[in-house]
């Protein structure tokens, strides 16, 4: 049987097949190195990122730290059912309404802004309240942790501080200002537009007394000045307890602050065109818009 | 004549996976756009400290420019899904295969960046979004290894064509 000899070029071409197979197994080795190295990065990173979460929140902080990020986690996320369950809860006070036909912005959002004082016990009082309410249409940074003064009526009361925090909202802006510490030493400054707003609307005809505080103004609609429940409820507790106890709605402070915050949320949602309707729509805060039309 | 027409040998497996992660990741995306666009009033989530999905999903970083990141979950996994189809795995030369890993690597980077916020801007966890993220990272390895694996005979024989290597 006669065998064909394979012609050069024939030769040539298959040579030519082979080699391109060989250099084809050869990129496709080396691309798989890629992506498996790749893989491995994002893996690296998604690692780093939970050490880093778990690190910064334990044992590298400091305790007071850690004490405080625990009082501020616990106050800026009071569940819903705990709201839903107090509805208007033993809150004293509603914001109320700003007579005439204004309207505070920031952002293309409605602004609340909020003056106080870190020596001032209403303040101290309101606070909790307020973070409550606006950590329902957002997430504070940096709030810090005071007490009022050690010589004024309710003495040392524990709180939070609007000093060097930051907020961000899809629906809310916000400005806290706490004009002195709890040695009444000078503290936050309120840029020009802020003060316009304050020593307008924080004065007669808008109040009873001027400049007194904490004020707040929700939106140049409505605005809260002093305390909206009693203080007292607050007397002798640490940060921590207060706090928590915002997480029971069997409590008296429960009752007090997410009662205010309720009564806060409710005008708020009026603002926000009823946004977040999860928080909006909410058996709490319906409760509380509707105490409040009927006042 | 006896020379077979070359073809693009895709991984078995590559194809239905990466279907069925662009599946179940539309569904989860399209949960949490149904979510957005009515008020997230029906959110089944728990709403703990760590977990809470309202916080999540309400808060500013819950958009770019104006569009819900959950509405670019949608066309996300809908565009992976396209690029995902059996033809699309299979046909020939680099162009498609670039444009899925590209994606791929697009909404790893963006599931990752997510991620960052919830844990340290947000300081809490959305399972819907996880679950979106995770199938994200399951799609970019699934075609990320599928591409690598691919052998196209056709790019073997078009620098035969040419001439080159």
Aim: aromatic share 8%.
């Amino acid at each position: 049987m006669a065998r064909r000899k394979a012609q050069p070029q024939e030769t040539t071409a298959r040579q030519a097949k082979l080699a391109e197979l060989r250099a084809q197994e050869a990129r496709r080795r080396r691309q798989m190195s890629i992506v498996m190295a790749a893989i491995g990065v994002v893996l690296v990173v998604i690692v780093g990122f939970i050490i880093a979460k778990v690190v910064t929140t334990s044992s590298s902080t400091p305790a007071a730290s850690q004490a405080a990020a625990k009082v501020v986690k616990a106050a800026t996320t009071v569940p819903p059912s705990a709201f839903d369950k107090v509805g208007t809860g033993a809150a004293q006070a509603a914001p109320q309404p700003i007579s005439g036909n204004h309207s505070l912005t920031a952002d293309g959002k409605p602004k609340v802004l909020y003056v106080g004082a870190e020596y001032c016990p209403y303040c101290a009082t309101e606070r909790w309240a307020v973070v409550a309410a606006l950590s329902r249409f957002g997430t504070f940074s940096d709030l810090g942790t005071t007490r009022s003064s050690s010589t004024d009526v309710y003495a040392n009361t524990a709180t939070l501080s609007f000093h060097g925090a930051s907020y961000s909202s899809r629906y809310l802006s916000f400005a806290g200002y706490e004009t002195q510490d709890r040695q009444n030493l000078p503290l936050d400054q309120l840029p020009p537009e802020d003060k316009k707003v304050f020593q307008k609307f924080d004065f007669p005809p808008y109040t009873q007394s001027e400049g007194s505080i904490p004020f707040v103004d929700l939106g140049g609609k409505y605005m809260i000045v002093g305390a909206s429940y009693d203080p007292s409820v607050l007397q002798g507790k640490s940060h921590l307890q207060i706090a928590q106890a915002m997480n029971d709605p069997n409590s008296d402070i429960g009752k007090a602050v997410d009662g205010t915050a309720n009564l806060i949320t409710a005008r708020l949602c009026q603002l926000t065109g009823q946004q977040p309707g999860a928080v909006c729509k909410s058996p709490g805060v319906t409760a509380a818009a509707k105490a409040m039309s009927g006042s | 004549m006896d020379r077979t027409t070359p073809e693009v040998h895709v991984p078995a497996w590559a194809i239905p996976t990466s279907l069925v992660v662009c599946g179940l990741g539309l569904l989860d995306a399209a949960y949490l756009t149904f979510e957005h666009y009515t008020a997230s009033t029906t959110l089944a989530c728990s709403e703990t400290a760590t977990v809470n999905c309202l916080r999540v999903t309400t808060s500013s970083y819950a958009d770019v420019l104006g569009i819900p990141f959950a509405v670019l979950g949608v066309v996300f996994f809908l565009g992976m899904g396209l690029l995902c189809l059996p033809a699309a795995w299979r046909r020939p030369g680099r162009p498609l295969r670039l444009l899925r890993v590209a994606g791929a690597v697009v909404g790893v980077l963006v599931a990752l960046y997510l991620v960052w916020v919830e844990l340290f801007r947000l300081d809490a966890i959305c399972l819907y979004c996880t679950g979106v993220h995770v199938l994200t990272f399951v799609l970019f390895v699934v075609v990320a290894l599928g591409s690598a694996a691919i052998v196209d005979e056709t790019l073997a024989s078009e620098r035969e064509y040419d001439g080159s290597t």
